[in-house]
T-cell receptor, first 112, second 111 residues
């Protein structure tokens, strides 16, 4: 089973700060997903990565397959970024829910 | 496009009652799954399906049944509700290679 560690578990920052959330996993993967969950809300997929880096607006996700590590960065953070961010590596078996392992999430609060 | 529709949003059950959580997707995804989310724990897989007529158990299947008679629908049945099944339940679907799309969740309380 893939062991997934996210850090930090909780993060409070001021508006405008650069945010980094880290994810480490223990076994080889085919891809890695970053998910966002607002308080009391549903879960939204932000990125699916298999190598390198992806950028969407103020969000950047990177992955180092050899190091088994991924990071999610938020530039110019805003209170609306306050949410739980979840890392989910996808097993080498490929697609589908059976191949996903979820981290426990990073609770991010951005204060105005 | 609706994506993944999950009903109901909230439900309170008495111990021993049964109920079905509905999940439907309109994206023609092969994969569908049910998760439960509890405080301090990551999402845990209950059951999943790789196509119509095919289901399998996940990490925490006890007390739950599923069926997949069509590509679109994947209901989750609680056979005899217990307080330990108090949780938030999410249905998700995905193509073979692709990001999962989640339903809006069902907050279930068993008293």
């Amino acid at each position: 089973k893939n062991e997934v560690e996210q850090s930090p578990q909780n993060l409070t920052a001021q508006e405008g700060e650069f945010i980094t959330i880290n994810c480490s996993y223990s076994v080889g993967i085919s891809a890695l997903h970053w998910l966002q969950q607002h308080p009391g809300g549903g879960i939204v997929s932000l990125f699916m990565l298999s190598s390198g880096k992806k950028k969407h607006g103020r969000l950047i996700a990177t992955i180092n397959i050899q190091e088994k590590h991924s990071s999610l960065h938020i530039t110019a953070s805003h209170p609306r970024d306050s949410a739980v961010y979840i890392c989910a590596p996808q097993g080498l078996g490929g697609g589908g829910a059976d191949g996903l392992t979820f981290g426990k999430g990073t609770h991010l609060i951005i204060q105005p | 496009n609706a994506g993944v529709t999950q009903t109901p949003k909230f439900q309170v059950l008495k111990t021993g009652q049964s109920m079905t959580l509905q999940c439907a997707q309109d994206m023609n995804h092969e994969y569908m799954s049910w998760y439960r989310q509890d405080p301090g724990m990551g999402l845990r897989l209950i059951h999943y399906s790789v196509g119509a007529g095919i289901t399998d158990q996940g990490e925490v299947p006890n007390g739950y049944n599923v069926s997949r008679s069509t590509t679109e629908d994947f209901p989750l049945r609680l056979l005899s509700a217990a307080p330990s099944q108090t949780s938030v339940y999410f249905c998700a679907s995905s193509a073979f290679v692709g990001a999962p799309t989640f339903g809006s969740g069902t907050r279930l309380t068993v008293v």
